[in-house]
């Protein structure tokens, strides 16, 4: 089944007691036991498993060609999930530009319990090869990153954290499940924070994993997921649900404007340097020529003159809202090294725009007025 069906229709089946098309949101924390007290449906305490999650996932593990899916309640949550199943001693290689939740987590909770880890610039791999440790059980990967767009080939790392008896995770909230299959490219396990592209709305946090296979890591995570509780609410878990469902038609919408607003600022006088892998001259181009359909949603911009003409155009946007975050229907626009802090490795002038559903000449005007 093609990927817009299956947007449409996994993990969605007519409620056998009603009819009711749209699933119903199961508030229930507890489920009766027959007199022989046995679980007519196999459910017992919502935390460990409910209707409303187990609808959710089972509509992620298709879509991205997956055994098995697992929600969170965020994608932090379930990122720790997948670095908690490790043990201490163990070595992870993550990504100089990691997501910088994903960084501090490795840094300052992960690293005081005994799990070490190396960043590296997964752009080249033999930066990767050299970070491997005997102990490296877990590669990393996210791509395209945050904020630089910097894309990663998926298939070659997997194959190098492979050799070095490693896993190879992929953060793919970015590229979305329609854009770049990271399953199929060799990665093990594949991370979305669902709060961006897949809820799509702006209105609901979540996470997920996808696992490749139902083996034994499935096992270890489905029960981090049941005892850490990193678990969504059966509402959260509808409208993640719900997202899904207009997902592909919502990235053509984000990457065809994206695609006119990189060419726009690629042209313009005061950009410095347009980061989007669409470009033809950017440097990730042929990668992610060859590793994704199209090029997402997310472009980032680098201001001529560094910080304060960044900050000029960010406070006279209009029609772009001024906030974190990205994947929603209305775009947003963002000083990233203002977010990050003094540590921040992000350049002084770099705007990171979330590209949003308006009409594309909107977008394109109000960035034109906002830069004059
Ligand atoms: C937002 C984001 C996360 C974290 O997800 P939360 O739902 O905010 O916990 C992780 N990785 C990427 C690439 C993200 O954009």
């Known amino acids: ?54 609808a959710l996932e089972a509509a992620l593990a298709p879509l991205e060609g997956g055994a098995v899916a697992l929600a969170f309640a965020s994608g932090m949550a379930a990122t720790a999930a997948v670095f908690q199943s490790l043990a201490p001693g163990d070595h992870v290689v993550a990504p100089a530009d990691a997501y910088h939740g994903t960084g501090k987590l490795l840094k300052e909770v992960l690293a005081p319990w005994g799990l070490a880890s190396s960043f590296v610039d997964m752009t080249d791999l033999a930066a990767v090869e050299r970070a491997l440790t005997s102990r490296t059980r877990l590669v990393w990967v996210e791509t395209p990153s945050n904020p630089a767009l910097a894309v990663t080939d998926i298939a070659r790392v997997a194959e190098v954290a492979h050799a070095a008896g490693a896993r190879c995770v992929c953060d793919n909230t970015w590229a979305t499940p329609l854009l770049q299959r990271p399953l199929a490219l060799g990665a093990d396990i594949v991370m979305h924070a669902t709060t961006k592209y897949l809820g799509g709305h702006s209105d609901v946090t979540g996470g997920a994993l996808v696992l490749k296979e139902d083996g034994e890591a499935a096992a270890r995570l489905r029960s981090i997921q049941a005892l850490g509780g990193g678990v969504p609410s059966a509402f959260d878990c509808w409208l993640v649900h719900r997202g899904i469902r207009t997902l592909p038609h919502r990235m053509r919408g984000h990457c065809d404007n994206a695609e006119s607003v990189a060419r726009f600022l690629a042209d313009h006088p005061k950009v410095q340097m347009v980061h989007y892998p669409g470009l033809e001259s950017d440097p990730g181009h042929s990668v992610a020529k060859r590793q994704m359909s199209r090029y997402g949603g997310m472009v980032s911009f680098q201001v001529d003159g560094g910080a304060a003409p960044a900050l000029g155009v960010v406070s006279r946007v209009r029609v772009f809202t001024r906030a974190t975050s990205l994947g929603g229907p209305e775009s947003l626009i963002e000083h990233r090294a203002s977010v990050e802090g003094p540590d921040t490795r992000t350049p002084p002038g770099l705007l990171r725009c979330s590209i949003g559903l308006e009409h594309v000449d909107d977008l394109i005007e109000d960035l034109d007025q906002a830069l004059a």
């Open 1 to 54: 089944m093609r990927i817009e069906t299956l947007a449409v229709h996994a993990g969605h089946v007519p409620d056998p007691a009603t009819g009711a098309v749209s699933p119903p949101i199961y508030l229930s924390t507890t489920f009766a036991r027959e007199e022989d007290l046995s679980l007519p449906h196999g459910f017992l305490y919502a935390r460990s498993d409910n209707p409303t999650r187990r």
